[in-house]
């Protein structure tokens, strides 16, 4: 059975950290890039971060470009998103995704093609 599970949410202050876990199961963690999603009450899903299925790449948006730093453990079969300098937009439901043979995590970011599993996401809220 398949399974992505997002934890590590919860609720911070402006200017602190967090970081984000998405334990895999189920299928071949190696042979799968991955992305981290999110989204806030009325928008849209937005693309946040991806890595590569080696690790060799990543790729973020804009709004969270030197202060966000996606990662892989294939030790542990589980993706990490770190999170710094964190601000009221950043509220949000966190969805990581993973899509298979993604070899330059540019695609995942600039493309925005099918993705094969998600998790149930996990509520990060930042006071001001």
């Known amino acids: 059975q398949v399974k992505l599970v997002e934890s590590g949410g919860g609720l911070a202050q402006s200017g602190d950290s967090l970081r984000l876990s998405c334990a895999t199961s189920?299928?071949?963690?190696?042979?799968?890039?991955f992305a981290w999603f999110r989204q806030a009450p009325g928008k849209e899903r937005e693309f946040v971060a991806a890595?590569?299925?080696?690790?060799?790449?990543?790729a973020y948006a804009d709004a969270v470009k030197d202060r966000f730093t996606i990662s892989r453990d294939g030790a542990w079969n589980t993706v990490y998103l770190q999170m710094s300098s964190l601000k009221p937009k950043d509220t949000a439901v966190y969805y990581c995704a993973a899509k298979i043979g993604v070899t330059n995590a540019y695609t995942l970011k600039n493309e925005r093609p099918h993705y094969d599993f998600w998790g149930q996401g996990t509520q990060v809220t930042v006071a001001s």
């Open positions: 890595i590569s299925l080696r690790g060799t790449t990543t």
């Open positions: 189920g299928f071949t963690f190696t042979n799968y890039g």
